[in-house]
């Protein structure tokens, strides 16, 4: 059963004196609430979270919040964020991060921040362009995209999210949209709660410079078509009338219709988020429409030793083993020799 | 039978021991230093290796050696020239033919003499001749037969037996110096206690190359070298990489906190960070990032959360770490990046060193990013210095840059140890917890430092970052605003002025020529300035270990000489800084960019030209 915990905090208990500067629309704003709903559900006394951000739109999150923050330089939030939670495993670390600041100049040490399973909770605003710079493409900008850097489509290949976290031996994979402020603010709660690094990936949008870019898939008259909200132990079922589903066919997935083919609840597949081989959760972070609905809510929550809490055994056990308590000791070890 | 040969008695000697890089210099080389070391000798070393690991066998390029300045009196550089090379092949003659003492030893091993080898190190026929070495004392010992002789009944594989070939040798060397074998046999002993036999052959050779030497009678002059007269204590070899890492250590007991490194690994800065991954006894936190930015940005975010945060490099990792750098400065938390220099730009000489990174030290960051840097001056002194630094870095809530050389991390002193009682407390200005709201950027009137406030602390909840704020931690783009914080954040560097020393003078005080130089070049150019002094001339020295801020008697110095003279291992970066800082002064320069050390000679043919001249 999990641990019951009743919360001194109220949502507004986390606003920050500072004015909140994003642009008006901007789905950055949703994000903070849903952020402030799931700490104030969660109860963690305030002093001991610490939100960390790079550089970028997203990454001005840290001043809105009340509690410990580091704004820092472009692509280091995941490092800065590893050496709080290594030098202090008691905090509750956040990483706030972009498509730009993640995956392109913070790349590196996104995927090793999620090799190493430090427990830290990184989301990632995924609004496929540069904002803060105003308007050129995001290494998760779709093939073809035209902005200020590429005037004629890109021509590169863009990155999915879930697809590196994975490659990189990711064990918490989850996806949200902005403005889903219910769904969004229990995923941020199990993010947190699981050991090990979370990495949610928020389609966020941005009014100016690319306004509109998830509609296609999150618009209110179409979500619940080309969406799918998976939740752990439960058939993968989706749609308006809740009539459409995802079966495997050979070593693929397949949208079934209930009803069509015989085809029942039962023959659907049972999300298993806590499954170690990541093959089905890869092709469900994958999914992307029209050919699929595109995959909500926890992908991918596998629990496994952090590095933190490794890094902690393994200094209680030299410290334990080793007749070198103090510097003094230290200092006489080993080949020494007196001069009298 | 009484000994035939002559002892010298001498009060300094030089032993150089090269080879192919796969000879065991290093080990022989350390091995002869503990003992020397012991025997209550000075001594300095320093080690002097390829970049490749390992080089095609018997080429110049793959020499390594080690070399070894040991004597009854203050030693401060591992020497210029060597008393006595010992050779393993053809090309470590070739390596070091002009830096053997006119009428020096050489020892080499005849049987690796063979017509490859010599062809491979560049001769024609014979090494000894072409370089003009036939009126020195020459050791043709046939090593490798001697030791194939010595361990037949091992049943060793050949590979094996001829490893044990550099133990020959020093056992010839230890011969040569009057030397006991026992802590080498002790080494052995207890590095091969599960390979009693391994142990017992490199017992074996040593022993065969001392009674070789013995029994050769060839080895005259025997030198005698008594133990040194230095200071009572209790005393231990340290190089500098070493040192380095244990004044963080020290500073962090000092100061009650936890220390981490993040570190990517780089020539020749490696050190620190593998020593102190091995010190998890005393609570290291050792981070091996992805990447330097990553090193000093988990050092940095571990900074931030209340740890002593120290990060390691060398100049091409520095380059990386700049952005960083800054963060640090505009973020105000305490941090110390150690630069070990080596030869650069780019990959450069990776092995070797140089003190061509004091100006990206001092000035390779955007915008006004002034930090304090610090200069350590010999191996030993590195824990000094790192100690100093990490002092600095919490009690004034500043970056500090700490520079060492590849001279000094390698290079080995006796070090007498100090006690723990007798360092001073470190004390971090944490934020008082009674006063809310918390202002980061509230300073204390004398340091002009702003207090730290650990995350975990209730009611000190507050927001840092690279964007220019005011005082209570708001961003501001007020133009006036930025000014006052440009202008705050170096009056704090420069107020750390008040801490440190004045500056040392190495003789009169006053008079025709000022030696001035900064770093490791310090034990070169106090041999040189006191063999100069010795010989009558009216020569002083100032070494600096502050460079930023410079200490606060250096106008009172310089104005004393009527000539100084700015001595180091660049084009003139420290020249230029003086230029600039004390800009009444004319100043003379010494410089050398080959990647090794000054030579004692250089420098005092150089000041006598000058004093000459006068």
Redesign the interface.
């Known amino acids: 059963m999990a641990e019951e915990i009743v919360s001194k905090y109220t949502a507004k208990d986390f606003k ?1 004196d ?1 004015e909140v500067r994003w642009c008006p629309g901007c789905g950055d704003h949703a994000i903070l609430s849903s952020v402030q709903r799931a700490l104030a559900e969660l109860g963690i ?4 979270i ?1 939100f ?1 951000s790079g ?1 970028g739109c997203s990454s001005r999150f ?2 809105y ?9 472009h692509g ?1 939030a995941s ?10 495993p ?2 509750s670390v956040w990483q706030i991060t972009g498509d730009g600041d993640a995956l392109a100049i913070g790349g ?2 996104f995927i ?1 921040a999620i090799r190493r399973n430090i427990d830290i909770n990184i989301i990632l605003f995924n609004n496929e362009i540069y904002g803060l710079t105003k308007g050129q493409y995001s290494p998760t900008s779709q093939k073809g995209l035209i902005t200020k850097t590429s005037p004629y489509g890109t021509v590169e290949e863009p990155f999915s999210v879930g697809e590196l976290v994975i490659g990189a031996k990711g064990k918490f994979f989850a996806r949200t949209v902005d403005t889903n402020i219910s769904l969004s603010t229990q995923i941020y709660t199990e993010a947190a709660k699981h050991n090990g690094t979370s990495v949610v990936e928020v389609l966020q949008n941005c009014v100016i410079f690319n306004d509109g870019i998830h509609d296609t898939v999150v618009a209110k008259e179409v979500r619940d078509d080309r969406t799918i909200v998976l939740k752990h132990g439960q058939p993968m079922i989706f749609g308006k009338d809740n009539d459409k589903g995802l079966i495997l066919e050979g070593l693929k997935l397949k949208v079934v219709k209930l009803g069509e083919n015989g085809i029942t609840e039962k023959n659907l597949i049972i999300h298993d988020a806590q499954e170690s081989n990541p093959g089905i959760q890869y092709m469900l972070a994958n999914m992307r429409y029209p050919e699929y609905p595109v995959a909500l809510g926890v992908i991918r929550a596998v629990p496994g030793l952090t590095y933190d809490k490794s ?1 902690q055994e ?2 209680k056990e ?2 334990n ?2 007749k ?5 000791d ?3 070890s ?7 | 039978m009484s000994k035939k040969t002559h002892v010298i008695e001498r009060e300094k000697v030089v032993i150089r021991f090269s080879g192919d890089s796969g000879d065991g210099m290093q080990l022989t080389g350390m091995l002869f230093s ?1 003992t020397a ?2 025997f ?1 000798n000075d001594l300095s070393t320093f080690p002097d290796y390829p970049a490749e690991i390992r080089a095609p066998q018997g080429t110049v390029g793959g020499v390594s050696g080690f070399q070894v300045h040991f004597g009854h009196s203050e030693i401060n550089t591992p020497g210029d020239f060597s008393d006595v090379l010992v050779a393993m092949n053809p090309a470590a003659i070739k390596a070091n033919a002009k830096w053997i003492k006119p009428g020096g030893t050489v020892i080499y091993d005849e049987g690796n003499f063979t017509e490859k080898n010599i062809e491979k190190a560049g001769y024609l026929k014979d090494p000894i001749k072409e370089e003009k070495l036939e009126d020195y004392n020459i050791i043709a010992a046939p090593i490798s037969s001697m030791v194939k002789e010595a361990l037949k009944d091992f049943g060793l594989d050949p590979k094996s037996v001829l490893r044990t070939k550099n133990m020959f040798a020093l056992g010839m060397v230890y011969w040569l110096f009057d030397r006991d074998l026992k802590y080498t046999e002790d080494y052995f002993d207890k590095k091969f206690n599960n390979k009693p036999g391994i142990a017992e052959a490199n017992k074996v050779a040593l022993r065969a190359g001392y009674y070789y030497a013995e029994t050769i009678e060839a080895l005259t002059p025997v030198y005698k070298i008594l133990p040194a007269e ?8 340290i190089n500098g990489n070493t040192a380095t890492a ?1 004044g963080f ?2 500073a962090a ?1 000092k100061a009650g906190l ?1 220390l ?1 490194i ?1 570190s990517y690994p780089i020539t020749p800065a490696t050190g620190i960070l593998e020593e102190l991954a091995a ?5 290291v ?1 050792s ?1 091996q ?3 330097e ?2 090193g000093i ?11 002593l ?1 120290v990060t390691s490099t060398s100049g091409p990792g520095l380059a990386l770490k700049s ?2 750098i ?2 640090a400065v505009m ?1 105000e938390l305490p941090i110390v990046i150690v630069d070990v220099q080596r030869g650069g730009p780019s990959t450069g000489l990776p092995t070797k060193t140089e003190q061509a990174d004091l100006m990206q030290a001092l000035y390779g960051r955007n915008g006004e990013c002034p930090v304090v840097v610090i200069a350590s001056s010999s191996p030993s002194d590195c824990f000094h210095f790192a100690f100093e630094a990490a002092r600095i870095a919490v009690e004034h809530m500043t970056p500090v840059l700490l520079l060492s050389d590849s001279y000094l991390a390698n290079g080995t002193e006796p070090w007498r ?4 009682e007798d360092l001073p407390k470190i004390n971090p200005p944490f934020a008082d917890k009674t006063k809310v709201p918390f202002l980061p950027y509230k300073r204390d009137a004398e340091k002009l430092a702003r207090s730290w406030a650990i ?13 220019e704020k005011t005082d209570k931690g ?2 501001s783009y007020v133009p006036e605003n930025h000014e006052l914080m440009v202008n705050l954040r170096a009056e704090k560097v420069e107020k750390v002025v008040n801490e440190i020393p004045d500056l040392k003078v190495f003789g009169s005080g006053s008079g025709n020529l000022l030696v001035v130089g900064w770093g490791g070049s310090y034990g070169y150019l106090l041999t040189a300035v006191r063999e100069l002094q010795a010989d009558g001339y009216d020569v002083s020295l100032v070494n600096f270990n502050f460079i930023n801020p410079l200490p606060k008697n250096v106008r009172d110095i310089f104005k004393k000489f009527k000539k100084i003279v700015v001595c180091e291992l660049n084009l003139g970066q420290f020249a230029n800084y003086l230029r600039m800082k004390h800009q009444e002064f004319t100043y003379d320069q010494i410089n050398k960019v080959q990647g090794i050390p000054f030579t004692i000679n250089d420098i005092k043919e150089k000041c006598i030209k000058m004093l000459e001249g006068m």
Request: proline share 4%; hydrophobic share 40%.
């Open positions: 920050s500072q006394p305030k002093e001991k610490a960390i550089i840290p001043y919040m009340d509690t410990y923050g580091f704004h820092s330089i280091r490092a800065i964020a590893t050496g709080v939670k290594t030098a202090n008691e905090l590196n040490h090793h890094v393994q200094l030299i410290k083993k080793s070198i308590k103090c510097m003094d230290l200092l006489m080993g080949s020494t020799w007196k001069v009298e | 503990d070391a012991l209550g230095i200071a009572k204590g209790t005393y231990r070899n244990w250590l020290a007991e936890e981490f993040g010190r998890k006894d005393l609570g936190k981070f990032a992805e990447d930015i990553a940005c988990t050092s940095l975010g571990a900074s931030f959360a209340g740890n945060a952005e960083a800054g963060l973020a140890i100090p006690k723990m995350p975990g602390t209730p009611g000190l909840e507050h927001r840092i970052g690279g964007l708001t961003v």
